[in-house]
């Protein structure tokens, strides 16, 4: 094979990849994504932020690419990885460095579990909805609580999809309550379609679940519907309590 020849991918454009990495290398230092991202990342624009993530020649149009589609970081944050591997440039490892990245942040924004109490539904919401809401489909999870209203772990998915109250098990609802010997707990299920309004569904769950913590003096403090930047507490409204 003569050595000066160079052999490509099909679909691989060296020429283009070339003229990439030569503009994010002719950029000053200090203007580039992985240095702003170091030392004045509150600064830094959110395609700025999503290039320092992804990285390699085309990290600044890739970056582009997504905030165009997705809209914002609320919407890049909700797709799903084959969304966005569906972006011209994403692959895996990329779809991956970004759904790490906001599961970091969302980690970041927790406070340690022995610190955490909870005295509102306000609380209880700031807890789930950064895990919740962007989910694509149900899920069902149960914060345990001990006497002085202090979380016991993280929360803790009991179940996944549609909820049905002839197919959700009480017992399975309130099992890690009575493992962990929680005083009390706080339900809560999101719904992936954005719009927090309780079904009959969700208030006869609720009754059913209620009842049955009153049998194991188990207290249920709330049951909280999780939606696209909302919630609503059924205990506040007075549906299943």
Known sequence: MDNNQITTLPGFDLEKQTQQSQLVRALPVKEQPAYRAIYCAEACTTTELLAAVIRGPDQIEIASDLSARFGDIHGIAAANDVELKETRGIGAARAAAIKAAFELGRRLNQPPP????????DEAAAILMPRMQHLEREEFVVLLLNTRNHLIGEPI??????????????GEVLRPAVRSNAAAVIIAHNHPSGVCDPSPEDVAVTRSIVESGRLLDIQILDHLIIGRGCYVSLKSKGLGF
Not at 158 to 170: A, E, H, P, T
């Open 157 to 170: 998915v009991v179940y996944r999809g549609s909820l049905n109250s002839s197919l959700i098990r009480i």
């Open 114 to 121: 022995s610190l955490r109490s909870i005295q509102s539904p």
